[in-house]
């Protein structure tokens, strides 16, 4: 990778899943997520304010401010400075005024060892924020100890891409046939937490120890999360009953290993761990399997790629792109409100985490964090560092018995789980 600065484009159109993002944020549903680096020692402000004014010329992706354009909503280069960095003192993932922010659609924060990085989806997925909040940690570290400075040079990264490819145009092959379901499944409900409050719960596990558990039921990890999670659904929310309607959890899906490519923009797809409930005799191995067949099915490349030209072939069409974007808008949240009543969480896997061995002593564990979306209230996210894997429930809601199950059915398949919460449960 060069390591000279990128030329700032002036402008640049959204990608194809960003397009959706402006239309149906607010105050309520902000589309914004966290990721999260811990290091060994407490954070000094001050650096790593420097350390994001140094990294930040670098991405273009994070450089942009949002405009309205007759057609659609696109981006502009934000020539302000860096968004301050601030202590955290408010719950995660709360919607990002661009007009308190310098324009910026992202926000860095701190709290005693962890650095927040929080960004508003129409920039980027959660692949593309992991290489900045990286090179945001690398730069910060070299600041604290200028031996590091000495040893890797005050640049970024080899392996860190700045790549602002739009992989869903280049990737788009042909018109595809509708191929999401809209049946319509169970909606997790209970009592409200107030507004703009946020449950947090991390649960921390052995890398070795579940990959032990999912090995015996001849699963994979993310298969058997899925699976856990759905069961504890069954279990404490349906009771074990049958049901008219299927438990459906979105489950995000990174296309860059698929189609060969290192943007930094979104490029992911949807598919659904989709189980339906029709008889009351069903095992928790039952329902694992009936997931991980669910998700065989639907992750290969070659129904990936079906979604992907889905999705796009909508933005490509001629009549459609000369809609006005105000049109454009009403017609994509009522496609979004009817698609809403289809799921009923999300979970999301960023997979294992890599940093570069210089820096791995500094650096203690990575969390992500969902915010909900409306009829969603509670959501999953999983990450992994060294030999710790973290699954976060992220909850609008004060029951907590699904998450108590999940963590329990791992702990009877002879898991050892840390539980640790951000203390509104106790409210």
Known sequence: MSKRLNKTIKWDKLDNTANLFPVIVSENVSNVYRISVTLTEDIDAELLQKALDKIL???????????????????????????????????????????????????????????????????????????????????????????????AGNTLNADS????????????????????????????????LPFNHFAILHGYIPVSEIKQAA?????????????????????????????????????????????????????????????????????????????ADSLKEQINKENLEKLLSYNVSNEVNFIIRAVPRVFKSIAMRRIYKASLKANTSTITNLGVVSVDDMYKEYIDRFHVVLSMSKGQFIKGSVISYKDTLVFTFSSAIRETFIQKEFFRQMVRDGIHVSIESNGVYYE
């Open 215 to 291: 090995a015996k039921y001849g699963v994979t990890i993310n298969q058997y999360l899925l699976g856990t999670f759905t069961w504890a659904i069954y279990k404490e929310y349906l009771k074990g009953q049958p049901s008219k309607r299927p438990i459906s959890t979105v489950v995000p899906v990174n296309l860059r290993p698929y189609f060969n490519s290192n943007t930094t923009k979104n490029f992911f797809a949807v598919v659904s761990a989709y189980f339906k409930p029709e008889k009351d005799t069903y095992t928790f191995e039952d329902v694992l399997h009936i997931i």
């Open 161 to 192: 891409s700045l790549d602002i490819e739009d992989s869903y145009k280049k990737n788009y092959i042909r018109p595809a046939k509708r191929s999401y379901k809209t049946e319509k499944a169970v909606i997790l409900k209970g009592e409200k």
């Open 57 to 151: 010329p670098f991405f273009d992706v994070f450089n942009h401010k949002l405009k309205n354009g007759i057609f659609w909503y696109y981006f502009e280069a934000n020539e302000r400075p860096a968004p301050r960095v601030m202590p955290e003192d408010t719950y995660p993932c709360l919607y990002i005024n661009p007009y308190t922010n310098n324009e910026y659609l992202f926000r860095v924060t701190y709290y005693q060892k962890r650095i927040n990085l929080e960004v508003f989806h129409v920039l980027t997925d959660g692949n593309g924020a992991l290489i900045f909040l990286k090179e945001l940690t690398y730069q910060y570290l070299r600041y604290k100890y200028p031996e590091l400075a000495e040893k």
